[in-house]
Nanobody, 124 residues
Framework: QVQLVESGGGLVQPGGSLRLSCAASGSILSIYDMDWYRQAPGKQRELVASITRDSTTNYADSVKGRFTISRDNGRNTVYLEMKSLKPEEPAVYYC??????????????????WGQGTQVTVSS
């Protein structure tokens, strides 16, 4: 099976920066899109940024110019560099990956995987 493990969340002051990482592990044959989502209390999960295998990126309008998504295909890792964080942006940030992986005795298959989430708190 495949696991996604996020790290890098924490407490930051308004205007501050954080860098999130998400490492995929398991019997991975290929990873297609890798995305970051976030979910604030009482709100729906929203797409923050996405990156294709050839590093084409896409951002939510609310984070353009402040957040940067990148990936290291050799390490099966995606990053989210967040700058100028706003007080209204605290949320749990989730990593998503579209993965083609070996299936433990079954034929390889392509599936969606999610990380467990990492909390980002923006407060003075």
């Amino acid at each position: 099976q495949v696991q996604l493990v996020e790290s890098g969340g924490g407490l930051v002051q308004p205007g501050g920066s954080l860098r999130l990482s998400c490492a995929a592990s398991g019997s991975i044959l290929s990873i297609y899109d890798m995305d970051w989502y976030r979910q604030a209390p009482g709100k729906q999960r929203e797409l923050v940024a996405s990156i294709t295998r050839d590093s084409t990126t896409n951002y939510a309008d609310s984070v353009k110019g402040r957040f940067t998504i990148s990936r290291d295909n050799g390490r099966n890792t995606v990053y989210l560099e967040m700058k100028s964080l706003k007080p209204e942006e605290p949320a749990v940030y989730y990593c998503y990956a579209d993965v083609f992986a070996a299936g433990g005795g079954r034929l390889p298959e392509r599936k969606d995987y999610w990380g467990q989430g990492t909390q980002v708190t923006v407060s003075s």
